[in-house]
């Protein structure tokens, strides 16, 4: 079975070897199984079959019909995954940030001692908490499809853990603001994503202001640090969580990186049609978009002193003077409904289900269903995974899988009983794809290119054998001696 999941993801391989996998399978069961699952277990080709196809795809399009308790009891000792952001950076980014602090202080030596190292461990852990949860719900889940949706929407609205204070927000955006919207209104993902720490502190939209708005003296921009900084005289009060602009080293600041992405990358596409004037009035709409108390992980919050008050064109859609809070959440509307934003999704997640090269009809059809939902993801994917274009015997066996699918699949096919995570969280870091750590907004590729060359393929049949001979640390055979767990 390792044999043949490696065979089907690394090479494309002959799509009569998938029916071959289960002797008188039916080869759509196992196809539908790679795509809208992480792969078969033992004995699900039959499952699958016997159900029927029809039933199984409207199942998994209604995750919350399927009992999952088996899953539960795994993760019930990754206790960081259940944690708020506030408890996260009091519990373990505090600590670690307080124990820094004292060392420099007293001594000015920067080499951290035992304990520091004991607390950056424990800090770091709460990302190690989110890779392992991602990896046992991958593999043991019955809600597949939801999984998959799961790692698909997180890496179109990538967010990378190494950025600053980005981890401490990292478990709440993709359990509260990624998770429940996977096959729910699009509308309602894009909002959820805006308004999220992880994403405000990412794309650095918290700390962008209105340069010509009505400020204090003190003024609000970027200190050389990079610390947003805010200054208000004459007994006003700062927005919350943000030091005192420090004189001539302030400075003020619109910043359109998310602007630039929200209509690039999460909306429109590339060719969608804006326009740099369009970066630049999309980023003036979110100024005031911000984070409370970001150093005690506060959530979100709208505050009115940095907001351009003044009237907006988007796209030929004017956005009246005065809105506050409203001028984003009108833009969020204006792109969720834009006809460009129907296409990229589409375009995204039938090159994600079918073919690298998405078929111009169904990619078509489903931006269709896009508009004529209001961007309902569900009748969306609905319409994608009860397609000819689907079913077609030459997609079959025709998408390169990634790392992390190829790892998990790995791990289903073998009935892997994966007691400690933290193996295969390493052994995708040494594939290539290391969890939560995809530093360009654009998320990891999905298309073959980016995964299939000579030593990428070593690796993967590296791991494949370590895995058969059910060595006990499977990430060693990747990355030798030098990725021990320390």
């Given at each position: 079975?390792?044999?043949?999941?490696?065979?089907?993801?690394?090479?494309?391989?002959?799509?009569?070897?998938?029916?071959?996998?289960?002797?008188?399978?039916?080869?759509?069961?196992?196809?539908?199984?790679?795509?809208?699952?992480?792969?078969?277990?033992?004995?699900?080709v039959?499952?699958?079959?016997?159900?029927?196809?029809?039933?199984?795809?409207?199942?998994?399009?209604?995750?919350?019909?399927?009992?999952?308790?088996?899953?539960?009891?795994?993760?019930?000792?990754?206790?960081?995954?259940g944690?708020?952001?506030?408890?996260?950076?009091?519990?373990?980014?505090?600590?670690?940030?307080?124990?820094r602090?004292?060392?420099?202080?007293?001594?000015?030596?920067?080499?951290?001692?035992?304990?520091?190292?004991?607390?950056?461990?424990?800090?770091r852990?709460?990302?190690?908490?989110?890779?392992?949860?991602?990896?046992?719900?991958?593999?043991?889940?019955?809600?597949?499809?939801?999984?998959?949706?799961?790692?698909?929407?997180?890496?179109?609205?990538?967010?990378?853990?190494?950025?600053?204070?980005?981890?401490?927000?990292?478990?709440?955006y993709?359990?509260?603001?990624?998770?429940?919207?996977?096959?729910?209104?699009?509308?309602?993902?894009?909002?959820?994503?805006?308004?999220?720490p992880?994403?405000?502190?990412?794309?650095?939209?918290?700390?962008?202001?209105?340069?010509?708005?009505?400020?204090?003296?003190?003024?609000?921009?970027?200190?050389?640090?990079?610390?947003?900084?805010?200054?208000?005289?004459?007994?006003?009060?700062?927005?919350?969580?943000?030091?005192?602009?420090?004189?001539?080293?302030?400075?003020?600041?619109?910043?359109?990186?998310?602007?630039?992405?929200?209509?690039?990358?999460?909306?429109?596409?590339?060719?969608?049609?804006?326009?740099?004037?369009?970066?630049t009035?999309?980023?003036?709409?979110?100024?005031?978009?911000?984070?409370?108390?970001?150093?005690?992980?506060?959530?979100?919050?709208?505050e009115?002193?940095?907001?351009?008050?003044?009237?907006?064109?988007?796209?030929?859609?004017?956005?009246k003077?005065?809105?506050?809070?409203?001028?984003?959440?009108?833009?969020?509307?204006?792109?969720?409904?834009?006809?460009?934003?129907?296409?990229?999704?589409?375009?995204?997640?039938?090159?994600?289900?079918?073919?690298?090269?998405?078929?111009?009809?169904?990619?078509?059809?489903?931006?269709?269903?896009?508009?004529?939902?209001?961007?309902d993801?569900?009748?969306?994917?609905?319409?994608?995974?009860?397609?000819?274009?689907?079913?077609?015997?030459?997609?079959?066996?025709?998408?390169?899988?990634?790392p992390f699918?190829?790892?998990?699949?790995?791990?289903?096919?073998?009935?892997?009983?994966?007691a400690?995570?933290?193996?295969?969280?390493?052994?995708?870091?040494?594939?290539?794809?290391?969890?939560?750590?995809?530093?360009?907004?654009t998320?990891?590729?999905?298309?073959?290119e980016?995964?299939?060359?000579?030593?990428?393929?070593?690796?993967?049949?590296?791991?494949?054998?370590?895995?058969?001979?059910?060595?006990?640390d499977?990430?060693?055979?990747?990355?030798?001696?030098?990725?021990?767990?320390?």
């Amino acid at each position: 079975m390792v044999a043949g999941a490696l065979s089907i993801s690394a090479t494309g391989s002959d799509p009569k070897s998938v029916a071959k996998s289960e002797p008188g399978s039916d080869p759509n069961v196992a196809h539908v199984l790679n795509r809208i699952a992480f792969g078969a277990r033992p004995g699900e080709v039959e499952r699958v079959q016997k159900l029927g196809l029809k039933r199984y795809i409207d199942e998994q399009l209604h995750p919350e019909r399927i009992p999952d308790a088996d899953l539960a009891a795994r993760l019930k000792d990754l206790t960081t995954v259940g944690l708020s952001s506030r408890e996260i950076q009091e519990m373990y980014e505090k600590p670690a940030m307080e124990a820094r602090r004292a060392r420099k202080q007293n001594d000015g030596d920067k080499t951290p001692t035992p304990e520091m190292r004991d607390l950056q461990r424990k800090a770091r852990s709460v990302v190690d908490e989110l890779g392992e949860q991602k990896i046992l719900r991958a593999v043991y889940s019955e809600r597949q499809l939801e999984e998959v949706l799961a790692d698909f929407w997180f890496n179109h609205f990538n967010v990378d853990a190494r950025k600053g204070r980005t981890r401490t927000f990292l478990t709440e955006y993709e359990r509260d603001a990624i998770r429940p919207h996977v096959l729910g209104k699009f509308r309602d993902l894009l909002g959820a994503t805006a308004k999220s720490p992880a994403m405000l502190f990412y794309l650095d939209n918290w700390m962008s202001a209105d340069p010509n708005g009505p400020h204090p003296a003190g003024g609000w921009g970027l200190t050389p640090g990079g610390r947003n900084s805010a200054g208000f005289r004459g007994g006003g009060v700062r927005p919350q969580g943000l030091r005192p602009g420090q004189g001539q080293n302030a400075r003020k600041g619109l910043n359109e990186n998310y602007g630039r992405e929200l209509m690039e990358l999460h909306t429109l596409g590339v060719d969608g049609g804006y326009t740099q004037k369009d970066v630049t009035e999309v980023a003036r709409a979110f100024t005031g978009w911000t984070i409370a108390n970001p150093r005690q992980g506060g959530g979100f919050v709208f505050e009115p002193r940095i907001h351009d008050p003044e009237q907006k064109i988007v796209l030929g859609h004017v956005i009246k003077a005065g809105g506050g809070q409203s001028d984003g959440e009108q833009l969020l509307d204006i792109l969720a409904k834009h006809p460009s934003t129907a296409h990229f999704i589409a375009t995204k997640l039938v090159r994600r289900f079918v073919s690298d090269t998405p078929p111009a009809g169904l990619v078509d059809r489903t931006a269709a269903r896009f508009r004529q939902t209001d961007g309902d993801l569900r009748e969306v994917m609905r319409t994608i995974l009860t397609s000819p274009e689907f079913m077609a015997a030459d997609v079959r066996g025709a998408k390169v899988k990634t790392p992390f699918d190829f790892v998990v699949s790995a791990l289903r096919s073998t009935a892997a009983d994966v007691a400690d995570a933290t193996q295969y969280v390493r052994a995708l870091q040494q594939l290539g794809m290391p969890l939560y750590m995809c530093q360009p907004p654009t998320g990891y590729a999905d298309t073959a290119e980016a995964w299939v060359n000579t030593g990428a393929l070593v690796n993967r049949m590296n791991f494949a054998v370590r895995l058969a001979r059910n060595d006990k640390d499977t990430a060693l055979a990747i990355g030798g001696p030098e990725f021990q767990r320390k």
